[in-house]
């Protein structure tokens, strides 16, 4: 049996509005350098289990770009972690790791919150 053909899962057919973007050109966003980005670096421990994570936010960019900052922060830190909701999540307290390799790596505006 041939399996389908599925084109547009998407749903949208037409649209009237002359703004409208699709979800592939809202991604297209340009990825600001790294000395112009403004990244906060934070302890957070809420509705972990007592657990403590450094997370990483104010990311400008595109979500391919974020995931590979994700990776390399932590393969830096040699621990495990996330990128959700435009975070960067880095199981554990590694604020100062984190910290540095951002300034190090020409995150200039990175601040400790």
Not at 9 to 21: A, Q, W
Not at 96 to 108: R, S
């Amino acid at each position: 049996m041939p399996k389908k053909k599925l084109y547009n899962t998407r749903g949208i057919v037409y649209s009237t509005d002359p703004e409208f973007k699709t979800d592939e050109e809202a991604e297209r966003t340009v990825t600001a350098p790294a000395d112009e980005q403004t990244l906060k670096v934070r302890l957070d421990a809420k509705h972990r289990a007592g657990k403590s994570v450094t997370i990483v936010e104010g990311f400008i960019g595109t979500a391919s770009d974020l995931e590979n900052l994700g990776k390399q922060l932590k393969s830096y830190c040699a621990t495990g972690g996330s990128v959700k909701d435009a975070e960067i999540i880095i199981q554990g307290d590694n604020r100062e790791k984190v910290f540095q390799w951002l300034i190090k790596n020409g995150y200039k505006k990175a601040r400790r919150v």
